[in-house]
């Protein structure tokens, strides 16, 4: 279904496409000579090309995102929809309106090309998980996390629209069903059983791998997981906010969301999850780095600074009229109840996000994509007692994600597992 004009671009055809394409775009970079563009390709991720396009002369530089009729870290035999551009353009428009500090800007979409040509942002602003991984502490971004997602959350769920509003928000966004389907297989289904793109740290891992498919607790835990990805339709969510979603600067509030390409109306609690799986699995992945014990105690620490922010910033949208304009919880009829309301809800997302962050944490232990955090360490030894501590945390959230009952003892799980 790949439409008859899409061509896959290079760093040779891209100034043209640019030039015969997005006016707009060449008018940012400031020219309209092909020979005053240079592009080179940098995308990292496991799906799609990504380019940096620059006026060589000016210095001007911009992203240009072009998603691929299959999936790149596998090749032609995995074809995977470009509709995911149309979703991840909408996905940034939407969460930009939200958070407009957190979010790069958009200058241009083709449909028919799945591209979108958006800000660049230029060093030091690098990839979370890199910064992670190279010991750096930034601080603001866990409260910016948080803020990111009380207000995208808050502004795209019933606590904002009205029901049929919220319906027509899911229904549009369910369009993005290929998403979802390839999450439901490599996070939800494949790590649980045998599977050929299942892959682990052998012979280390082996007997633990064997010991998840023989965990029928752990399998209905996680069938349960998945039922609830599927039908909870809380409000619009990322749906791959990992560490590799997220750039950030070690400066005050220079934290940026990129790659939604996954988003769909799903479960509050499996972006911030995910987002405290990756912080989680940087923690562990902590002795095959050189950062030293205090990083990695100062990173279980942002895991608290990004909930409690989460928390107060959704309590204060919650409390403001002008801005608590939905059908849930509705002020007039609950007042009474309002702190009880809060309590219950903020309990269900704690559940959410452990239960969640487990099964974010065990994919990328024995699934097909794992993380550079744990993949960078080349000794196997420490790599896998690394990983073996990873799928025993991410067991208890899996299991007894509902006995946490607060984010403290989540992170004094972690903390403690050895
Ligand atoms: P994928 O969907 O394939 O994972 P991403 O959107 O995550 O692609 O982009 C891959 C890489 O491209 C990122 O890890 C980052 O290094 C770079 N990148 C993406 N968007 C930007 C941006 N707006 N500014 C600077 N670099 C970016
Ligand atoms: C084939 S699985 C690829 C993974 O990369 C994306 O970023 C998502 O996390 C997806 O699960
Ligand atoms: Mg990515
Ligand atoms: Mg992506
Ligand atoms: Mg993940």
Redesign the pocket.
């Known amino acids: 279904k790949v439409p008859h004009d899409y061509s896959e671009q290079s760093t040779k055809t891209l100034p043209s496409f640019l030039i015969k394409n997005a006016p707009k775009v060449m008018d940012i970079l400031g020219t309209t000579c092909v020979d005053d563009l240079e592009c080179v390709e940098v995308g990292d991720?496991?799906?799609n090309l990504v380019f940096i396009v620059a006026n060589h002369k000016s210095g001007i530089k911009m992203i240009v995102k072009q998603s691929l009729p299959y999936?790149r870290?596998?090749g032609h035999s995995?074809p995977l929809t470009l509709e995911r551009s149309f979703f991840e353009y909408k996905a940034l428009v939407a969460e930009k309106e939200a958070c407009p500090n957190f979010v790069p800007s958009v200058y241009y979409f083709s449909k028919s090309n799945g591209i979108i040509a958006m800000e660049y942002l230029a060093p030091p602003c690098i990839i979370l998980r890199k910064g992670l991984i190279q010991g750096i502490r930034y601080p603001t971004m866990a409260a910016d996390m948080g803020t990111f997602c009380a207000q995208t959350f808050f502004k795209t769920s019933g606590f904002r629209l009205s029901p049929t509003q919220l319906r027509q928000q899911v229904q549009f966004w369910s369009r993005n069903v290929e998403m979802c389907a390839?999450?439901e297989q490599?996070?939800f289904t494949e790590p649980y059983m045998q599977a050929d793109n299942n892959h682990w740290t052998t012979p280390q891992l082996d007997e633990d791998k064997k010991a998840i498919e023989n965990d029928n607790v752990l399998k209905v835990a996680a069938a349960m997981w998945k039922a609830k990805f599927l039908s909870k339709t809380q409000s619009l969510i990322h749906a791959?906010l990992?560490t590799?979603?997220v750039m950030c600067a070690p400066e005050p509030g220079k934290t940026y969301v990129i790659?939604p390409e996954?988003a769909f109306y799903g479960p509050m609690g499996f972006d911030t999850g995910a987002f405290v799986a990756n912080l989680v699995l940087a923690y562990v992945s902590q002795p095959g780095h050189a950062n030293g014990d205090d990083y990695a105690t100062w990173i279980l620490e942002q895991i608290a600074v990004f909930w409690n922010t989460l928390v107060a910033q959704f309590v204060a949208l919650w409390k403001d009229p002008l801005e608590h304009t939905g059908f849930l919880y509705g002020a007039e009829t609950l007042e009474s109840a309002s702190y009880e309301c809060q309590v219950a809800f903020f309990s269900d997302l704690l559940t959410d996000t452990l239960g969640f962050a487990g099964m974010k944490m065990l994919r990328r232990v024995v699934g097909?994509?794992h993380v550079e955090d744990l993949e960078s360490i080349e000794d196997a030894e420490v790599r896998s007692q690394c990983e073996r501590r990873a799928i025993e945390i991410a067991k208890k959230f899996i299991k007894s994600a509902e006995s946490f009952r607060s984010i403290e003892e989540a992170i004094e799980c972690a903390r403690s597992q050895q």
């Open positions: 991720g496991n799906l999936v870290c596998v995995w390839l999450t490599v996070v791959d990992h590799g979603s790659d996954f097909i994509a």
